[in-house]
């Protein structure tokens, strides 16, 4: 069975930085789609970084840009995110996803996909 499984999540003060890791077994993540979605409480759940099935690519909702940097490495089969300057609206639980060619979008909701569990990031002082 294809399984996600995030980590690096934590307590972080506010300027300060993380990196999300989502590994990968059952599925090898270069062929696909993938990306970073998070869910804070009361609210919809958001994309906020996709991956290219290439990895050439990535792309950011505004809130994250130049804040935030996914990448993937193939041979571990895993992605980040990296996560630098963060502020208190950063606050949520964090997921990767992965799909086929064009699954991941900032725009629209994302249907079906192989999911995490996902890790809690909270930014607080």
């Known amino acids: 069975q294809p399984q996600l499984v995030e980590s690096g999540g934590g307590l972080v003060q506010p300027g300060g930085s993380l990196r999300l890791s989502c590994a990968a077994s059952g599925i090898t993540l270069e062929y696909y789609s993938i990306g970073w979605f998070r869910q804070a409480p009361g609210k919809e759940r958001e994309a906020v970084s996709c991956?290219?099935?290439?990895?050439?690519?990535?792309y950011y909702v505004d809130s994250v840009k130049g804040r935030f940097t996914a990448s993937r490495d193939n041979p571990k089969n895993t992605v980040y995110l990296q996560m630098d300057s963060l502020k208190s609206e950063d606050t949520a639980r964090y997921y990767c996803?992965?799909?086929?060619?064009?699954?991941?979008?900032?725009?629209?909701?994302?249907?079906?996909?192989?999911w995490g569990h996902g890790t809690q990031v909270t930014v607080s002082s």
């Open positions: 991956i290219s099935v290439s990895g050439s690519s990535a």
């Open positions: 996803g992965a799909g086929p060619h064009f699954w991941c979008s900032l725009t629209r909701p994302v249907v079906g996909g192989y």
